[in-house]
């Protein structure tokens, strides 16, 4: 390996972490955010179709580099697969697929649907996987249990966004299924080790955003199932609304974690729910919605430029990809 790669070089590509995959994450979430405010308020610009290029761009780099990682350090893929904790990131990636197939649902259907196929047959995979680790596990402690546990079986609730364009129903609502059953499931688990075992660790004390997604994300895939902002439909952007509220309740404390990639977490679920609020504006046609939506974006573009600012800072200063981070 130090005949072809510099030994400083190897040692960053091998501590390369699935996580990453949350940047596209938040980004692809972002585009669309901006993508659907267009549609709303009709800003007069199209600042969505920029954000989907460099974001796509970002997921081809990240790619190639964690394909290099898996050719070179094959072992420490198996380990990220193998980690307790880790593990509930390896979806990161299919879940990057599929808010892509979203993002190019309208400008490029075709892309959109391979996108989508590849990610939902990839996260169906993982889906299966995670369920078998959890069901014979050997190595799980309350203490590896944090909201990122949601990723790989409720991040399901995402495929019929665009699986309704893609696929007969049935399918969608496979998958809807499997996230809707285990949303409770997770939240209560992981409430549980939350009240009785003590907070989480500063460096996934982020994740804790991410109980903001599921229902968000599930209003807005239950819409395009059912066609309609129905009694479940407000429960689920209610339940997101609450989730959103408590943790800007803590705001002061967030402020003061060190940085890690796991700052990321603030940014796919926001931007769900500044989706779901721009959706809640445009079905009902009531002012408080289109004044929250715009509120949520203009936050959310904040949260991400903080974060690019903060990634960049620490790419820079070599703190990613080191051990630990």
Same mark, same amino acid.
């Given at each position: 390996?130090?005949?072809?790669?510099?030994?400083?070089?190897?040692?960053?590509?091998?501590?390369?972490?699935?996580?990453?995959?949350?940047?596209?994450?938040?980004?692809?979430?972002?585009?669309?955010?901006?993508?659907?405010?267009?549609?709303?308020?009709?800003?007069?610009?199209?600042?969505?179709?920029?954000?989907?290029?460099?974001?796509?761009?970002?997921?081809?780099?990240?790619?190639?580099?964690?394909?290099?990682?898996?050719?070179?350090?094959?072992?420490?893929?198996?380990?990220?697969?193998?980690?307790?904790?880790?593990?509930?990131?390896?979806?990161?990636?299919?879940?990057?697929? $599929?808010?892509?197939?979203?993002?190019?649902? !309208?400008?490029?259907?075709?892309? &959109? +649907?391979?996108?989508? @196929? =590849? %990610?939902?047959?990839?996260?169906?995979?993982?889906?299966?996987?995670?369920?078998?680790?959890?069901?014979?596990?050997?190595?799980?402690?309350?203490?590896?249990?944090?909201?990122?546990?949601?990723?790989?079986?409720?991040?399901?609730? $995402?495929?019929?966004?665009?699986?309704?364009? !893609?696929?007969?129903?049935?399918? &969608? +609502?496979?998958?809807? @299924? =499997? %996230?809707?059953?285990?949303?409770?499931?997770?939240?209560?688990?992981?409430?549980?080790?939350?009240?009785?075992?003590?907070?989480?660790?500063?460096?996934?004390?982020?994740?804790?955003?991410?109980?903001?997604?599921?229902?968000?994300?599930?209003?807005?895939?239950?819409?395009?199932?059912?066609?309609?902002?129905?009694?479940?439909?407000?429960?689920?952007?209610?339940?997101?609304?609450?989730?959103?509220?408590?943790?800007?309740?803590?705001?002061?404390?967030?402020?003061?974690?060190?940085?890690?990639?796991?700052?990321?977490?603030?940014?796919?679920?926001l931007a769900a729910m500044t989706i779901a609020?721009?959706?809640?504006?445009?079905?009902?046609?009531?002012?408080?919605?289109?004044?929250?939506?715009?509120?949520?974006?203009g936050l959310l573009s904040l949260v991400i430029?903080?974060?690019?600012?903060?990634?960049?800072?620490?790419?820079?200063?070599?703190?990613?990809?080191?051990?630990?981070?």
């Open positions: 390996m130090t005949e072809t790669c510099p030994p400083e070089t190897a040692s960053r590509l091998k501590n390369f972490p699935v996580s990453a995959f949350s940047i596209i994450m938040g980004l692809a979430g972002f585009s669309i955010a901006w993508d659907r405010a267009e549609q709303v308020f009709d800003p007069g610009f199209g600042l969505s179709s920029l954000l989907l290029a460099c974001t796509t761009i970002l997921f081809v780099v990240l790619a190639v580099v964690y394909a290099l990682k898996a050719v070179k350090h094959p072992g420490e893929v198996m380990g990220e697969i193998r980690h307790p904790v880790k593990l509930a990131f390896i979806p990161s990636i299919s879940i990057s697929l $599929l808010l892509l197939s979203i993002a190019y649902l !309208h400008q490029q259907p075709a892309l &959109s +649907w391979w996108l989508w @196929s =590849i %990610g939902s047959v990839v996260h169906l995979g993982i889906t299966l996987y995670v369920l078998s680790s959890w069901i014979h596990h050997t190595k799980y402690e309350i203490t590896h249990l944090n909201p990122a546990w949601f990723i790989p079986v409720v991040g399901n609730i $995402l495929i019929p966004i665009a699986g309704v364009h !893609h696929a007969p129903v049935d399918v &969608s +609502w496979f998958f809807f @299924s =499997i %996230g809707v059953f285990f949303w409770p499931l997770l939240t209560a688990i992981i409430f549980n080790r939350l009240i009785f075992h003590g907070s989480l660790p500063d460096r996934f004390m982020p994740t804790l955003f991410i109980f903001i997604a599921p229902p968000a994300v599930g209003f807005i895939s239950w819409f395009n199932l059912t066609g309609e902002v129905d009694a479940f439909a407000r429960v689920l952007y209610f339940t997101g609304l609450l989730f959103t509220l408590l943790l800007f309740a803590q705001t002061r404390y967030f402020s003061r974690l060190k940085f890690f990639l796991s700052w990321w977490a603030y940014s796919f679920p609020t721009l959706l809640m504006a445009k079905q009902t046609g009531a002012a408080f919605y289109s004044w929250l939506a715009a509120g949520l974006l430029a903080v974060l690019i600012w903060r990634t960049t800072l620490a790419v820079l200063r070599k703190e990613i990809c080191v051990e630990g981070h």
